[in-house]
């Protein structure tokens, strides 16, 4: 009876690792950038405006831009029916020009 072979081990080429440590780094960058005072207070912002509208309507679409021209998308629908009503409203807004 024989024996199972067994799997050659694939060796990464040269220059792998490199690759692999530089994407590695630059990801790191990037989520530091994210964690920024200035980006968590732009978070922290958004999301009490966020809060406040929820205090005041049942469901909302909150579309524009901050002071410093960031732009801002938040949608509130804590029901399947909510998410239908505000896409009918939407539908409704922006195929009469605005709402006129």
Not at 27 to 36: E, G, H, I, T
Not at 52 to 80: K, R, S, W
Request: glycine share 8%; hydrophobic share 35%.
């Amino acid at each position: 009876m024989k024996k199972p072979r067994k799997k050659a081990v694939k060796k990464p080429a040269k220059g792998a690792d490199t690759t692999e440590a530089s994407s590695l780094s630059s990801l790191v960058a990037m989520m530091k950038a994210c964690d920024s005072p200035e980006e968590r207070l732009r978070r922290t912002s958004i999301q009490a405006v966020g809060n406040n509208l929820q205090e005041h309507l049942g469901c909302f679409i909150l579309i524009g831009y901050t002071l410093d021209g960031d732009p801002v998308q938040m949608t509130y629908a804590p029901t399947p029916q909510d998410m239908d009503s505000l896409g009918t409203g939407l539908h409704r807004f922006v195929y009469n020009i605005g709402g006129l």
